[in-house]
């Protein structure tokens, strides 16, 4: 790769970060992840019924937990065995959607960080988003 390219290409990913950055404030502030669990999760996530993880069970988090934070996160952001996409709330951002995950796992002994502002874990979780949507694909 020449300089003169990667210096284009720096150039154009910095600016697109930089309007990603411009949209997310100007749709005002993220939810926390306490707050999207009660909005969003707890319906399933809860008391109740329905087959999902409960908040706070260890033993039921325990295998999710291993698995590890972008895992989880990507999987259930792209849905997962009765579990749809962003559990069912499309107006979600990725980093509440990933909070959310957070505060549950953490919940139930996880000692997962808030991935915002952490380009890092949103990017490991985008790149397993990548992976399982392929893999749905496929099958």
């Not at 993880?53 to 934070?69: S, V």
């Not at 979600?92 to 874990?121: K, Q």
């Amino acid at each position: 790769m020449t300089r003169t390219f990667a210096a284009r290409l720096t150039t154009r990913l910095l600016a697109s970060l930089s309007l990603a950055a411009s949209a997310a404030l100007a749709a005002g502030p993220l939810q926390d992840g306490e707050q999207v669990y009660r909005d969003a999760c707890a319906a399933c996530h809860g008391p109740g019924p329905v087959d999902a993880p409960k908040y706070g069970d260890r033993e039921a988090w325990a295998e999710l937990i291993a698995e590890g934070q972008h895992v989880i996160t990507a999987h259930g952001w792209v849905g997962v065995r009765a579990m749809p996409a962003r559990g069912g709330h499309d107006e979600l951002s990725i980093e509440e959607f990933a909070r959310a995950v957070a505060h549950m796992a953490n919940a139930a002994g996880a000692d997962w960080r808030d991935p915002t502002g952490d380009a890092t874990l949103l990017g490991r979780i985008r790149l397993e988003e990548a992976d399982r949507r392929r893999q749905l694909a496929l099958d």
